[in-house]
């Protein structure tokens, strides 16, 4: 069974920082891109970042650009999210998915920046 | 990056009524063209995939058409569950942006 975990959502405070990560099974990890959504209270989805099967190629929403950086350990079947000088308009959901399958996501991780 | 543009923002119908949202993108994607459907609380759930391809499970009052710039999702006739936000999202090329979205009430 195809499966993605979040984890490491919480509560930081303004300019604080957070790492987000996503633990994949059920399929052959690093031949296929992963990617990070989030969505903020009563906001629409919004694609974040994204990296490459080998992790060569990454791609950075211009809202986190500079702040976050995604990464993966094709080890350990995992993508992680570091995410530093968080905004309170960083509160949302983040969700984890793959280039695996459209109709494949994670059950997501809330993550709360405020003081 | 490409665009994709909705519309509309939001409808309210009633039950049995068919509900049309377009999708609009900024370039040609073909028809790698996906629609979701979000409701709280829950992770995006796949519709419809290369724009008309009905996802497993999915009710068939769901249909997609458009290839190029122009999509279009309709429900047929419209149900109490079909309440949600539906997205469109392109997935020709990184970045796999969405729309901003449209909220469907009753």
């Known amino acids: 069974e195809v499966q993605l975990l979040e984890s490491g959502g919480g509560l930081v405070q303004p300019g604080g920082s957070l790492r987000l990560s996503c633990a994949a099974s059920?399929?052959?990890?690093?031949?296929?891109?992963m990617s990070w959504v989030r969505q903020a209270p009563e906001k629409g989805l919004e694609w974040v970042s994204t990296?490459?099967?080998?992790?060569?190629?990454?791609y950075y929403a211009d809202s986190v650009k500079g702040r976050f950086t995604i990464s993966r350990d094709n080890s350990k079947n995992t993508v992680y999210l570091q995410m530093e000088s968080l905004r309170a308009e960083d509160t949302a959901v983040y969700y984890c998915?793959?280039?695996?399958?459209?109709?494949?996501w994670g059950q997501g991780t809330t993550v709360t920046v405020s003081s | 990056d490409i665009q994709m543009t909705q519309s509309p923002s939001s409808l309210s119908a009633s039950v049995g009524d068919r509900v049309t949202i377009t999708c609009r993108a900024s370039?040609?994607?073909?028809?790698?063209l996906a629609w979701f459907q979000k409701k709280p609380g829950k992770a995006p759930k796949l519709l419809l995939y290369?724009?008309?391809t009905l996802q497993s499970g999915v009710p068939s009052r769901f249909s997609g058409s458009g290839s190029g710039t122009d999509f279009t999702l309709t429900i047929s006739s419209l149900q109490p569950e079909d309440v949600a936000t539906y997205y469109c999202?392109?997935?020709?090329?990184?970045?796999?942006?969405f729309g901003q979205g449209t909220k469907v009430e009753i």
């Open positions: 998915t793959t280039h695996y399958g459209l109709d494949v």
């Open positions: 059920g399929f052959t990890f690093s031949s296929f891109a």
């Open positions: 990296i490459s099967g080998p992790g060569a190629t990454t």
């Open positions: 370039q040609g994607i073909s028809n790698y």
């Open positions: 290369v724009a008309s």
């Open positions: 999202q392109n997935y020709h090329s990184d970045p796999r942006t």
